[in-house]
């Protein structure tokens, strides 16, 4: 215990050397701008503001516009979370078989990942504007076309798009997880007579917990960042069925609404951080009980 005591005190000045660049960077552009967006959230103004406590999140909850974004962006992450994730599973033990052409599958679900949202805005619009190619399409078939990002139908494109934007780098994450399951337990497995589904219940989903696990928080957290897509195509207010947080906050300060901008800053971060809280506290208890 003392000789790791002595190691520790040796290499702990060293380590903190190395790290000293990354703590001042999280520091300088991350800690302190939250704790000014934290103290602007209890004034009246960011320039010569009073302090008013909680009534600017009291004003906030109050708002119609904010209950409304904050509904839209639950549903959101509630229906695009569990969507992403199965899709990207789902590419990932396919691609893991030997399937024809895999390594350009590959490539092609990893190609939203590098192409720029403004290319992708405009192959969005042009599939889904009322002249557009998928009501092109309805027409050959005989049927009406739909007005896709002025109705309910919005939701449905926009998470499309999600799902299309974050399926590339959940699939790549689950690639990896499942390269380090030992083939030896497939191989055992199907000797013992053990189906596919039995071998997926039994191996492969306890072998992918941790990496599951954190595809569901990236994808939580990507949940309540789609807001460029949304605002290329739709525009800044767009159908009430994708109007997200990421939009309130955008009128809010294109309107220069300081005190509803930081105290909805606030809550989402608060939010997210206590939701990936619980995640990483259910991920050590489903370690810990398949461990026991």
Do not use: C
């Not at 602007?40 to 904010?66: A, I």
């Not at 497939?186 to 000797?191: F, K």
């Not at 525009?235 to 109007?243: R, T």
């Amino acid at each position: 215990m003392k000789r790791l005591r002595h190691r520790y005190r040796r290499e702990a000045p060293v380590a903190l050397l190395f790290l000293a660049p990354s703590l001042a960077g999280f520091l300088l552009f991350f800690l302190v701008p939250f704790g000014a967006v934290l103290y602007y959230s209890l004034t009246d103004g960011p320039v010569g503001g009073n302090y008013v406590g909680l009534d600017n999140y009291r004003t906030l909850w109050e708002s119609g516009s904010f209950r409304k974004a904050l509904f839209n962006s639950l549903t959101f992450a509630a229906v695009g979370v569990p969507a992403v994730f199965a899709a990207s599973l789902g590419l990932a033990l396919l691609l893991q078989g030997k399937l024809p052409l895999r390594q350009s599958f590959r490539t092609v679900f990893l190609l939203p990942l590098v192409v720029p949202v403004a290319s992708v805005t405009l192959v969005w619009q042009a599939l889904f504007h009322w002249n557009g190619a998928m009501n092109g399409l309805l027409s050959d078939w005989g049927l009406a076309p739909v007005d896709w990002m002025n109705t309910r139908w919005a939701f449905a494109v926009m998470l499309a798009v999600y799902v299309w934007k974050n399926a590339g780098y959940n699939l790549v994450v689950f690639l990896a997880g499942l390269s380090n399951i030992p083939a030896e337990l497939y191989e055992a497995a199907s000797l013992d007579g053990a189906g596919v589904w039995r071998r997926f219940r039994h191996i492969t989903w306890p072998g992918l917990m941790p990496t599951s696990f954190f595809v569901v928080v990236m994808s939580m957290v990507s949940s309540f960042k789609v807001f460029r897509e949304t605002y290329l195509v739709a525009g800044p207010y767009p159908h009430d069925a994708v109007y997200t947080l990421q939009h309130f906050m955008n009128n809010m300060f294109q309107s220069l609404d300081y005190p509803k901008l930081t105290a909805a800053a606030v809550l989402l971060s608060l939010g997210i951080g206590l939701a990936v809280y619980g995640l990483l506290r259910l991920e050590r208890r489903s370690r810990e009980a398949m461990e026991a």
